[in-house]
């Protein structure tokens, strides 16, 4: 069988270990940060007054869970604008309740709520962990670190079919309440059986990821993840399956695409939010005023403050990728998609477009990003959803229209959105960084 590039498998494989270290979206902006650290990026405090430099390398933190970086371009900001590319940290799945043990039947089960909108049947019976964050009580105050198990911790028994005769005629469902408890553990072998030991075994298990006493810890946000890592596969290894590719796999492009950006002549800005997969609407999100915060203080200072003319001049001038995953083509349920719009796995990445504006492509702009894959020397695709089936959204819409801006809706293409395991392919996530990195260099 014929071989990939041996740059689109070591891409893939750094995709791999992008996501394997980033099981939250805290973890996820901790990843970035990690990596925009060793290339000479400064963070920045939103509490502390900003001193740019041209051709100066920042990054900015909100809430742990969102960051925006950029590079100040070589060029007078009212003249090339901004050239951002905006993608998300959360993906679908389920957390833990704030007071989630249950007891009973000598077993000792975590309370959960859906977050977004997976596809709760796939993480039945898979090794399941837990990741997040945890605010320690501290002599001066809070503290707030990461915490992960990497080893299996719960699990979500499914029934035998002998007791569920329909389920491959049905499908399999669950009621969110009743039978999604995740299952921790047997309570006769800890050597209790009511609530408070219960209690004291979780928040036992937390502070020893933590590194604290079990006393000092507060409050915690934790997210359930499969332990599988990443893997290639398919008969030439041209594919990829890992857990939260929707939509880790746009924020390692961005970021890769940043990196990369030597010397722009605009002022170039990577936005990973959280909470896209629960609308967008907090302080961290899209429809927050973190990007337009950020974007107004950077203007501020661009050739000794712009005046309020000049910075709308500016962000007339920018231009907006939203960078999402996108629904590629699976054979075996022709009927789910468009015929004209089949999205080809390692087919390059695609342009959304919506008329109701579910996606913020028009003609202008989706051709603006065609001539980006064109110089890059990457394929480009097109897609469009039936119109008898509802189409999902991004934050594309949502921060083109707070700022203002120009702007695209392209995405990788993936199969089975939203699940515990997803598919793409191992030559799209080299083409994704590639137009980026085109996009980019536009002066």
Not at 368 to 394: I, K, N, W
Request: proline share 5%; net charge negative; glycine share 8%.
């Amino acid at each position: 069988m014929p071989q990939l590039p041996a740059s689109a498998r070591r891409t893939a494989l750094d995709l791999i270990d992008f996501i394997e270290a980033s099981p939250s979206p805290w973890h996820a902006v901790a990843t970035a940060v990690a990596r925009l650290q060793a290339a000479g990026y400064v963070e920045l405090k939103e509490t502390a007054c900003w001193q740019l430099t041209a051709g100066g390398r920042y990054y900015v933190v909100r809430g742990g869970a969102s960051l925006l970086a950029f590079v100040v371009g070589s060029q007078p900001l009212v003249d090339s604008g901004f050239r951002i590319v905006g993608a998300h940290t959360d993906s679908p799945g389920l957390r833990l309740k704030p007071q989630p043990t249950l007891i009973g039947d000598g077993l000792l089960r975590l309370a959960v709520e859906v977050y977004g909108g997976p596809i709760l049947a796939t993480f039945a019976d898979r090794d399941l962990s837990l990741a997040g964050r945890v605010v320690l009580r501290t002599k001066n105050g809070q503290e707030t670190r990461l915490v992960r198990f990497s080893r299996p911790l719960l699990r979500l028994a499914n029934l035998p079919i002998h007791m569920n005769r329909e389920v491959n005629e049905q499908g399999l469902k669950f009621n969110r309440q009743t039978e999604l408890p995740l299952l921790l553990g047997q309570l006769a072998l800890f050597g209790a059986s009511d609530d408070v030991s219960a209690d004291a075994r979780l928040r036992g298990l937390l502070a020893g990821a933590a590194q604290v006493e079990a006393c000092d810890l507060l409050s915690w946000e934790m997210q359930v993840h499969d332990v599988q890592p990443g893997s290639l596969w398919g008969g030439s290894e041209e594919f990829i399956a890992s857990r939260q590719l929707d939509n880790l796999a746009s924020c390692h492009a961005a970021l890769c695409a940043l990196l990369s950006s030597r010397q722009p002549e605009a002022t170039c800005v990577v936005a990973l939010f959280d909470h896209e997969e629960v609308g967008s609407e907090s302080a961290l999100g899209a429809a927050g005023s973190f990007c337009a915060d950020v974007l107004e203080r950077i203007a501020a200072q661009a050739g000794g403050a712009l005046a309020v003319e000049d910075r709308r001049r500016a962000l007339a001038q920018s231009f907006f990728v939203s960078a999402d995953m996108a629904h590629a083509y699976q054979p075996n349920f022709p009927a789910a998609f468009e015929p004209a719009h089949k999205l080809a796995i390692n087919g390059g990445p695609a342009i959304k477009t919506n008329v109701n504006q579910r996606y913020a492509s028009n003609a202008e702009t989706a051709a603006r990003f065609m001539r980006c894959c064109e110089r890059a020397g990457v394929p480009v695709q097109q897609y469009a959803h039936r119109s008898d089936l509802g189409c999902g959204s991004t934050i594309g819409p949502l921060l083109s229209a707070r700022l203002g801006i120009a702007a695209v809706d392209v995405g990788t293409p993936l199969w089975a959105m939203h699940s515990a395991r997803e598919s793409a392919g191992v030559a799209d996530q080299g083409y994704m960084i590639a137009a980026l990195q085109a996009m980019f260099a536009e002066g």
